[in-house]
T-cell receptor, first 114, second 116 residues
């Protein structure tokens, strides 16, 4: 079975500051990795995904994430955040072979202060 | 990008009522649709996996007779909460997936269900 741990439930940062949202996963088989963003009362929007290849993945809205296989991590970063980045962020994994079921982390609430 | 429409976005009804939620993939044919439930300030929990033309596969602990899923076509899946009670109040989200290389799941905007 797979599991995902997001180490911070809440992350407050000031506008234009850099941010890192941490994600660690556990799996006995190879997985795909995803970051999703959820704005209030909305569904999830895909920020980025790691399937294979380069371990540094660039996504939408200026976000990027780095896959580290030895540390089983997939941390999300943005060099300069904006008020509009305030949202809930979910890290997720799915097994490469299978029904593409996603296993989500607990979520990290990112709050940007002016 | 791919669009998934979920309807209704918000529903309030009396205890004992059955409520149907629709999930449509608007611009692609979804081989699989997923239904999730999300409690306030918590993560998404997968309820069931639905493949077109076959019975849904429910996750452990999810009552099949309470949460009826129908996937009649490649663009439409429905979740019916039968005889809903206050404990069924939650945020329900669907996603649609098209089998193929590197295809992600695309999520609907969710349905806020409140049972009085």
């Amino acid at each position: 079975a797979q599991s995902v741990t997001q180490l911070d439930s809440q992350v407050p940062v000031f506008e234009e500051a850099p941010v890192e949202l941490r994600c660690n996963y556990s799996s006995s088989v190879s997985v795909y990795l995803f970051w999703y963003v959820q704005y209030p009362n909305q569904g999830l929007q895909l920020l980025l995904k790691y399937l294979s290849g380069s371990t540094l993945v660039k996504g939408i809205n200026g976000f990027e994430a780095e896959f580290n296989k030895s540390q089983t991590s997939f941390h999300l970063r943005k060099p300069s955040v904006h008020i509009s980045d305030t949202a809930e962020y979910f890290c997720a994994v799915s097994v490469i072979q299978g029904a593409q079921k996603l296993v989500f982390g607990q979520g990290t609430r990112l709050t940007i202060n002016p | 990008g791919a669009v998934v429409s979920q309807h209704p976005s918000w529903v309030i009804c009396k205890s004992g009522t059955s409520v149907k939620i629709e999930c449509r993939s608007l611009d692609f044919q979804a081989t699989t649709m997923f239904w999730y439930r999300q409690f306030p300030k918590q993560s998404l929990m997968l309820m069931a996996t639905s493949n077109e033309g076959s019975k849904a596969t429910y996750e452990q602990g999810v009552e099949k007779d309470k949460f009826l899923i129908n996937h009649a076509s490649l663009t439409l899946s429905t979740l019916t909460v039968t005889s809903a009670h206050p404990e069924d109040s939650s945020f329900y989200i669907c996603s649609a997936y098209r089998q193929g290389r590197n295809q992600p799941q695309h999520f609907g905007d969710g349905t806020r269900l409140s049972i009085l």
